[in-house]
Nanobody
Framework: QVQLDESEGGLVQAGGSLRLSCAVS????????MGWFRQAPGKEREFVAS????????IYADSVKGRFTISRDNIKNVVDLEMNSLKPEDSAVYYC???????????????WGQGTQVTVSS
């Protein structure tokens, strides 16, 4: 069973940057896909970004493409999300998750972190 722990988020001014990290209990090399999702109050959990082992191929939600970067470190068993040019609409609880394939769909992910709050002020 895989366990995930996200780093602490924070309060960031619009236009600023923040990096989130997710530590995975299993070796990253054994996890096929890692994804980041987010959920704002009163809204459905939505896809942010995902990355697969080996090739390192990535996919991004249109809303964050060009601003966010997902990366994977197999030595440290972590997956990071670099968030730049943050906007107030990026405010949400961010979750990392392990997946069975490179996918934007929640149903393709099996194990989830506890979540970390990111707030972007205007």
């Amino acid at each position: 069973q895989v366990q995930l722990d996200e780093s602490e988020g924070g309060l960031v001014q619009a236009g600023g940057s923040l990096r989130l990290s997710c530590a995975v209990s299993e070796p990253t090399s054994t996890v096929y896909a890692m994804g980041w999702f987010r959920q704002a109050p009163g809204k459905e959990r939505e896809f942010v970004a995902s990355i697969v082992r080996g090739s390192g191929n990535t996919i991004y939600a249109d809303s964050v493409k060009g601003r966010f970067t997902i990366s994977r470190d197999n030595i440290k068993n972590v997956v990071d999300l670099e968030m730049n040019s943050l906007k107030p609409e990026d405010s949400a609880v961010y979750y990392c998750a392990t997946g069975r394939l490179l996918s934007q769909f929640i149903t393709d992910y099996d194990y989830w972190g506890q979540g970390t709050q990111v707030t972007v002020s205007s």
